[in-house]
């Protein structure tokens, strides 16, 4: 089947997820909530020997700890019938923080598969010696490509009225 009206789009349409998704996005957030910080404590407070890999965790614990600020206002949206109250900037930054999220948790599994194979197969390779500074210039160099794939999403406006309600 090819369309070519310009006023079709591909979304999954269903009412049940307007009365499922909130209370499962709160259950996700107070468990995610639970389960980062309890992570980034154990990371902060208890690790007795930082390496590389444990910094690429650490960071990956942060991304995920971002979309969490994101959950309540996405379940007050599907509670609301997919009503947006909050207005074009919160719109913009809860997006970008979805979208930072995602590219951040592919970035930092990527380094710790790419740490791991250098200590398991290659171990002799130079690269494994590098300490936590190079961890650290890694991780900010991340994160800087984070911001400049998702940044976008700052400067653009997202939010727009339904006109099929």
């Known amino acids: 089947m090819n369309s070519s009206r310009s006023d079709v789009c591909c979304a999954f349409e269903s009412p049940i997820l307007d009365r499922v998704l909130p209370p499962v996005l709160i259950l996700e957030f107070m468990f995610g909530l639970m389960g980062n910080f309890l992570a980034l404590g154990m990371f902060i407070f208890y690790m007795d020997t930082w390496k590389p890999n444990s910094v690429y965790l650490t960071h990956l614990a942060v991304a995920d700890s971002i ?51 250098f200590k398991i197969v290659h171990p002799r390779n130079p690269i494994n010696r590098l300490g936590l500074g190079y961890a650290l210039w890694v991780s900010l160099g991340l994160w800087g490509l984070i911001f400049l794939a998702t940044g976008y999403l700052l400067a653009n406006e997202h939010f727009f009225y339904n006109s099929n309600r």
């Open 67 to 117: 979309v969490l600020f994101c959950l309540p206002f996405r379940a007050d949206y599907y509670r609301r019938g997919k009503d947006w109250i909050y207005g074009d900037i919160p719109c913009r930054i809860l997006l970008f923080l979805l979208a930072a999220n995602r590219a951040a948790g592919i970035f930092f599994l990527t380094a710790v598969a790419v740490d791991r194979y």
